[in-house]
């Protein structure tokens, strides 16, 4: 998909309606943010970065009851999707991915019957941290989503080489949550560690505890070791608890899984 008025731009985004959309009700969008690639992990994990390989958003929704629309990270010029981080190096500017993001979900909301008030995030590693860093950025963009879904990694951990990915930064745009919810997911660690979290999910516990102690997180590991966000189109226990606490959050009635 390209937006309204830009059809002959390179930039686009991806969109899915489901199954049973019709545009006499509204419905809840999830907005997912691809992870960076090319990426190869030692597990056999590989992700492009492109928008139309994300899946996370998708598996989550299943194929019926959400819209999903898949954002892309655009150049410094705003004229091309990149697959590393977002801008251009040095720089990284995200003020053109931030624009587009405002405007790809407007347009949803308006055009596909999307209920402005059921937005939720999604993001996988350089999507996870995006939630936050993207999502948090100003009071516009973080009007615009009322959850989010934060897949290995987050915001405010570690320094990356996009500006402002320090930890003081990251807890400044942490204020813009309120008191919206978020599920912070990781992946398992191997069975010879001996901890009751993963190591990257008791970080970001720890980071929460003391930033945020107030917040409305909740925390799930998925299972598996991969660094990808592929788990999510497979039944699960982790995927069912991901579904349940995505049900109460938008409201949706009970369902079958439908993938």
Excluded at 30 to 45: H, K, T
Excluded at 219 to 237: M, V
Aim: aromatic share 10%.
């Amino acid at each position: 998909m390209r937006l309204p008025g830009c059809e002959d731009a390179a930039c686009y985004h991806t969109l899915s309606l489901p199954t049973d959309w019709q545009p006499k009700r509204t419905w809840p969008v999830l907005v997912e943010w691809a992870g960076n690639g090319p990426f190869a992990g030692r597990y056999g994990d590989t992700n492009s970065g492109r928008v139309e390989d994300a899946c996370l958003a998708q598996g989550l929704a299943g194929t019926d009851g959400a819209i999903v629309l898949g954002l892309p990270y655009l150049d410094g010029t705003g004229s091309h999707n990149v697959s590393m981080w977002w801008g251009t190096p040095p720089a990284y500017d995200h003020a053109a991915t931030i624009g587009y993001a405002k405007a790809a979900i407007r347009d949803v909301c308006e055009r596909f019957a999307g209920d402005p008030e059921r937005v939720v995030l999604v993001g996988f590693s350089r999507g996870a941290i995006a939630c936050n860093a993207l999502g948090l950025a100003d009071d516009e963009m973080a009007s615009l989503w009322q959850a989010a879904v934060c897949f290995s990694h987050y915001d405010g951990l570690r320094p990356w080489p996009f500006p402002d990915s320090d930890p003081a930064s990251a807890t400044a745009r942490l204020a813009r949550l309120g008191d919206r919810q978020q599920l912070i997911i990781a992946e398992s660690a191997p069975a010879a560690t001996d901890t009751p979290l993963p190591p990257a999910l008791a970080a970001t516990k720890r980071y929460l505890a003391e930033h945020r102690p107030q917040g409305r997180f909740q925390f799930l590991e998925t299972g598996f070791l991969n660094h990808d966000d592929d788990w999510a189109l497979l039944p699960s226990p982790a995927r069912q608890q991901a579904r349940r606490w995505l049900t109460g959050v938008l409201s949706l009635p009970d369902r079958n899984e439908s993938l």
